[in-house]
Nanobody, 114 residues
């Protein structure tokens, strides 16, 4: 079965950086698109960044220029490098594999606060 395990969340000050990782198992990882989503309290879950099997990326307008999604197929890992963090980035961040159905990690908390 497919499993996605996130790590790297925590508390960081505004302007700081954080790197999230997601390790996938139970699948031929290199064939899958992957994504990072986030959900803040009282808000809908939203797509933050996505990366295709071929390495093509897309980002939410709110994080363009600050976040970078990448993948390492040899390690079955997708990462999200988050720079210049803002309080508005505070949320639970989820790793997602969209095919053949949506698979989700359990989430990792990111809190941006002074």
């Amino acid at each position: 079965q497919v499993q996605l395990v996130e790590s790297g969340g925590g508390l960081v000050q505004p302007g700081g950086s954080l790197r999230l990782s997601c390790v996938a198992s139970g699948t031929i990882f290199r064939l899958h698109a992957m994504g990072w989503y986030r959900q803040a309290p009282g808000k809908q879950r939203e797509l933050v960044a996505g990366i295709s099997s071929g390495g093509v990326t897309n980002y939410a307008d709110s994080v363009k220029g600050r976040f970078t999604i990448s993948r390492d197929n040899a390690k079955n890992t997708v990462t999200l490098q988050m720079n210049s963090l803002k309080p508005e980035d505070t949320a639970v961040y989820y790793c997602n594999m969209p095919w053949p159905v949506d698979y989700w990690g359990q989430g990792t908390q990111v809190t941006v606060s002074s």
